[in-house]
């Protein structure tokens, strides 16, 4: 992410660069609208890939639920878009089930290799886990969970929902514009990696935008695990490859670690935002903290306020920073570290915290909050809905775009580096341990009203993710925007220059509000005055898909305008 720090000098740069969220002349909508929503009577996909949206189109109109299609067009982005997710990640869902009128939630994340101990890491000397190579690896989730989702709300077969996806690996398809980007910048760092270059360039580069792509060691894995089911990947002949490459390059994954792993069906928490009920998923994601800010903002009259307005853009980041102080403190793997989600995510624990908040001046140090000690021991987002009324909320990822570099022969996909994410200080909740799920970034999020479902999102990115969550309700729910224009309208990222994300400590120095372009010069003064730091940046601010249900029939599509996406529907 390019970033700029500003001073009074440089608000003559931003004055122009303002200009940039009028991306069009409209007859309709917000001036920073892309485009219009989309309408549909029966179903709808909205994923960050148009060949991937087709695929879950082509899924339901074939008999298949929202759970086949969101398998196949996961499968088809891990495929597409390796810049964020494939077969070597984990994976998160929540499932609107309109037989039982039910959210089921779905941890699809993987532990750390049993080998590996926090002691090998003080041997080698280091202070934090790297972030490629083969140290930061975890076992990943997906294919598990596709298996899981699959026994409890699949109609196809599995071999059919991976078909489209393998005749694609095999034939072909052109990159697209923003994934060619982040591909280009990944394989100078990856490409050192046994079997990244090999099978991850093109000559040893990255393909170029509209350039036509192939991934033929991909398309056998899927064939391998659409004829044997979830055991080929953990306990079967690829498992076995797994183990021989991470022996012969140094790291500590192992067969045992692929056969002991079990995703778990969770259930999803929420509170509820002037009259919303807003679920997400609980730790050892970063889920709640959505929660937690949308609690602490709720006493405030942010319409009048207005979008853009000062006291808009200075109570989001103040929020946020009370709620990242327990979220750096506490969010980890519960079955090692008991997070106090009740307390965390009620409305007499935002009353405390909000005490601390001034409209005044920007808060320069925030800790976590004083909550009863429990220990006991960028990513694709997609949402589908099918002509039934399942709805599907999907996040999948290998974490730092095409994760840890580990790409064994002839398998055709990257090991996701989420170990990286885990805090090398004894004591800490997400302190790393052998058999442990790290902190997780990666949320998928539902909205509920009055019992019914109402909308399926989630906004990809790192730490931006539930900063998202909730500006994408704060713009439709509290200034009125369409589905579209909630994800058009310029976004806020607060960076806490001490609060890695899973790794943070207490933030001391208030750190950087990033602003997109769009927001007044008169917003950025008041801030500035209030003691923020800011800065522009160029991105990445997330990537956005949603489906809403349409209360005249049918659904509500939209997609980022900011990649490669596409929410379509029949």
């Known amino acids: 992410m390019r970033t700029?720090?500003?001073?009074?000098?440089?608000?003559?740069?931003?004055?122009?660069?303002?200009?940039?969220?009028?991306?069009?002349?409209?007859?309709?909508?917000?001036?920073?609208?892309?485009?219009s929503e989309?309408?549909?009577p029966h179903a709808m996909a909205a994923t960050s890939h148009p060949l991937a949206t087709q695929i879950a189109l082509q899924t339901m109109r074939e008999g298949g639920s929202a759970v086949d299609a969101a398998i196949a067009a996961n499968a088809a982005l891990g495929l597409m878009e390796p810049t964020?997710?494939?077969?070597?990640?984990?994976?998160?869902?929540?499932?609107w089930d309109p037989k039982t009128k039910k959210l089921h939630g779905y941890n699809g994340s993987g532990r750390s290799p049993k080998a590996l101990t926090l002691e090998e890491f003080e041997?080698?000397?280091?202070?934090?886990?790297?972030?490629?190579?083969?140290?930061?690896?975890?076992?990943?989730?997906?294919?598990?969970?596709?298996?899981?989702?699959?026994?409890?709300?699949?109609?196809?077969?599995?071999?059919?929902?991976?078909?489209?996806?393998?005749?694609?690996?095999?034939?072909?398809?052109?990159v697209h514009e923003v994934i060619a980007y982040y591909w280009?910048?990944?394989?100078?760092?990856?490409?050192?990696?046994?079997?990244?270059?090999?099978?991850?360039?093109?000559?040893?580069?990255?393909?170029?935008?509209?350039?036509?792509?192939?991934?033929?060691?991909?398309?056998?894995?899927?064939?391998?695990?659409?004829?044997?089911?979830?055991?080929?990947?953990?306990?079967?002949?690829?498992?076995?490859?797994?183990?021989?490459?991470?022996?012969?390059?140094?790291?500590?994954?192992?067969?045992?670690?692929?056969?002991?792993?079990?995703?778990?069906?969770?259930?999803?928490v929420s509170t509820n935002y002037r009259g919303y009920d807003v679920w997400e998923l609980p730790p050892n994601g970063q889920g709640i903290a959505a929660l937690q800010i949308l609690n602490l903002l709720e006493p405030y009259d942010l319409k009048s306020y207005g979008f853009g307005s000062p006291e808009h853009v200075h109570l989001f980041v103040e929020a946020k920073k009370l709620a990242f102080a327990d979220r750096a403190a506490s969010y980890a793997d519960p079955r090692f570290h008991r997070t106090p989600v009740a307390r965390l995510i009620s409305k007499d624990y935002a009353r405390e915290r909000g005490a601390l908040i001034s409209m005044e001046r920007a808060?320069?140090?925030?800790?976590?909050?004083?909550?009863?000690?429990?220990?006991?021991?960028?990513?694709?987002?997609?949402?589908?809905?099918?002509?039934?009324g399942m709805m599907v909320s999907l996040i999948q990822s290998n974490y730092r775009g095409m994760g840890s570099g580990m790409a064994p022969p002839g398998l055709g996909f990257i090991f996701q580096d989420r170990g990286e994410q885990f805090v090398l200080k004894r004591g800490h909740a997400n302190s790393f341990a052998p058999g442990k799920r790290p902190f997780h970034t990666i949320i998928p999020a539902f909205v509920?009203?009055?019992?019914?479902?109402?909308?399926?999102?989630g906004v990809m990115g790192g730490a931006m993710q539930p900063q998202g969550h909730v500006q994408i309700l704060l713009n439709m729910i509290d200034f009125g925007m369409n589905l579209q224009e909630a994800g058009d309208a310029p976004r806020i990222q607060?960076?806490?220059?001490?609060?890695?994300?899973?790794?943070?400590?207490?933030?001391?120095?208030?750190?950087?509000?990033?602003?997109?372009?769009?927001?007044?010069?008169?917003?950025?003064?008041?801030?500035?005055?209030?003691?923020?730091?800011?800065?522009?940046?160029?991105?990445?601010?997330?990537?956005?898909?949603a489906i809403m249900v349409n209360p005249e029939g049918g659904y509500v599509g939209a997609s980022e305008s900011r990649k490669d996406g596409m929410a379509a529907g029949y």
């Open 38 to 40: 989309v309408y549909a």
């Open 448 to 457: 509920t009203k009055d019992g019914k479902p109402w909308l399926s999102y």
């Open 363 to 388: 808060m320069k140090a925030a800790e976590p909050g004083v909550i009863p000690e429990l220990n006991e021991g960028d990513t694709i987002y997609m949402t589908v809905a099918d002509a039934d």
């Open 494 to 545: 607060h960076d806490g220059s001490t609060e890695p994300a899973g790794q943070g400590t207490a933030m001391t120095d208030g750190g950087e509000v990033d602003l997109e372009s769009g927001f007044p010069i008169e917003t950025i003064r008041a801030l500035m005055r209030k003691g923020h730091s800011v800065r522009f940046a160029d991105g990445p601010y997330g990537g956005y898909q």
């Open 4 to 35: 700029q720090s500003l001073t009074i000098a440089s608000l003559c740069l931003l004055t122009i660069a303002t200009g940039a969220a009028h991306t069009a002349d409209r007859v309709t909508g917000k001036p920073f609208a892309t485009r």
């Open 123 to 174: 041997r080698r000397g280091l202070k934090d886990i790297p972030p490629h190579g083969p140290l930061p690896v975890t076992v990943p989730g997906t294919v598990d969970a596709w298996f899981a989702l699959h026994a409890k709300f699949g109609r196809r077969t599995m071999a059919q929902n991976l078909a489209p996806t393998i005749a694609y690996a095999r034939n072909g398809h052109p």
């Open 84 to 95: 964020g997710n494939g077969i070597g990640g984990d994976l998160f869902a929540i499932v």
């Open 184 to 268: 280009g910048r990944s394989v100078p760092v990856l490409s050192k990696w046994p079997g990244f270059r090999e099978q991850f360039t093109i000559d040893g580069r990255a393909p170029r935008r509209g350039e036509t792509w192939r991934n033929p060691n991909l398309a056998n894995t899927l064939e391998k695990i659409a004829r044997g089911g979830r055991d080929a990947f953990y306990t079967g002949e690829i498992a076995r490859a797994i183990d021989a490459y991470f022996k012969a390059n140094d790291g500590f994954l192992r067969y045992e670690d692929l056969a002991a792993h079990r995703g778990e069906w969770v259930d999803p």
